[in-house]
């Protein structure tokens, strides 16, 4: 019999025993993201395989983890985001001028900053458009990385091995294309979004890593005619604002 499996508690110390198992099960998984399968965990914890499912599944439907298809276990998005909250704060002071600058520079188009959250963007700051036509995402929201220009230009950023376990999520047309464009990306430091995420808007984004590790993004989305009009002015402002020296604080 597994280890730990012989004598259950019961009553109020149940409730202590499913926590710390969670706990334990969720140290295992930080130690060794996106490596680690059901079968994995329970062996580590000296769970059975069914008690080691319930824990699990529980885990990710309530967003402390996540799986991918090949059933191989990371930290989920709502822990991650909690435990960034400080993080975001400051970032969102580090990087103000900055997307202040990029709007001003484009004219009064939205610029988003966003920061790599597991396997999502999540929008920390905004500014909103001038125009009447614009695009418009609310802070707070989490965006996938495989059509959106922050999300890939994050993904350009990260080492090989980070990158391809985020692709192997994929099938192999949308895997193969994403590692085509990373390579584009990381020779000219720009992703687009062309009416990927959303019909009629696109975007262009910049992602580089700053102090203590983390992937922030700046992007500028606009309803798609008025960006490939301005596709020229939205880029140089973001390159200008790869220079800020916000990256490296």
Same mark, same amino acid.
């Given at each position: 019999?597994?280890?730990?499996?012989?004598?259950?508690?019961?009553?109020?110390?149940?409730?202590?025993?499913?926590?710390?198992?969670?706990?334990?099960?969720?140290?295992?998984?930080?130690?060794?993201?996106? %490596?680690l399968r059901l079968v994995d965990v329970g062996e580590r914890l000296?769970?059975?395989?069914?008690?080691?499912?319930?824990?699990?599944?529980?885990?990710?439907?309530?967003?402390?983890?996540?799986?991918?298809? %090949?059933?191989?276990?990371?930290?989920?998005?709502?822990?991650?985001?909690?435990?960034?909250?400080?993080?975001?704060? %400051?970032?969102?002071?580090?990087?103000?001028?900055?997307?202040? %600058?990029?709007?001003?520079?484009?004219?009064?188009?939205?610029?988003?900053?966003?920061?790599?959250?597991?396997?999502?963007?999540s929008f920390v700051d905004q500014i909103e458009s001038t125009h009447?036509?614009?695009?418009?995402?609310?802070?707070?929201?989490?965006?996938?990385?495989?059509?959106?220009?922050?999300?890939?230009?994050?993904?350009?950023?990260?080492?090989?091995?980070?990158?391809?376990?985020?692709?192997?999520?994929?099938?192999?047309?949308?895997?193969?294309?994403?590692?085509?464009?990373?390579?584009?990306?990381?020779?000219?430091?720009?992703?687009?979004?062309?009416?990927?995420?959303?019909?009629?808007?696109?975007?262009?984004?910049?992602?580089?890593?700053?102090?203590?590790?983390?992937?922030?993004?700046?992007?500028?989305?606009?309803?798609?005619?008025?960006?490939?009009?301005?596709?020229?002015?939205?880029?140089?402002?973001?390159?200008?604002?790869?220079?800020?020296?916000?990256?490296?604080?």
């Open positions: 019999m597994p280890r730990g499996e012989a004598s259950l508690p019961t009553g109020r110390d149940e409730g202590i025993q499913v926590l710390r198992r969670a706990a334990a099960a969720l140290d295992e998984i930080a130690a060794e993201p996106g %490596q000296g769970l059975a395989k069914s008690t080691a499912r319930r824990l699990l599944v529980g885990l990710v439907e309530v967003g402390l983890a996540s799986v991918d298809a %090949q059933g191989r276990f990371s930290l989920g998005d709502r822990l991650l985001g909690l435990g960034g909250a400080t993080d975001s704060a %400051q970032i969102c002071a580090l990087f103000r001028p900055a997307i202040e %600058q990029v709007a001003r520079a484009t004219d009064g188009e939205t610029v988003d900053l966003s920061v790599l959250r597991g396997r999502r963007m009447r036509l614009r695009a418009v995402s609310a802070v707070g929201m989490r965006f996938p990385l495989e059509s959106t220009a922050n999300g890939k230009a994050a993904l350009a950023v990260l080492d090989d091995a980070e990158a391809l376990a985020v692709l192997s999520r994929f099938g192999p047309e949308v895997g193969d294309g994403l590692r085509r464009e990373i390579d584009v990306i990381r020779d000219t430091g720009m992703a687009f979004d062309r009416d990927e995420h959303t019909p009629g808007i696109s975007a262009a984004a910049i992602a580089r890593r700053v102090a203590g590790g983390g992937v922030v993004a700046i992007s500028v989305p606009a309803p798609s005619e008025r960006f490939r009009a301005k596709e020229g002015l939205i880029t140089a402002a973001l390159r200008a604002a790869a220079d800020s020296p916000a990256w490296t604080r």
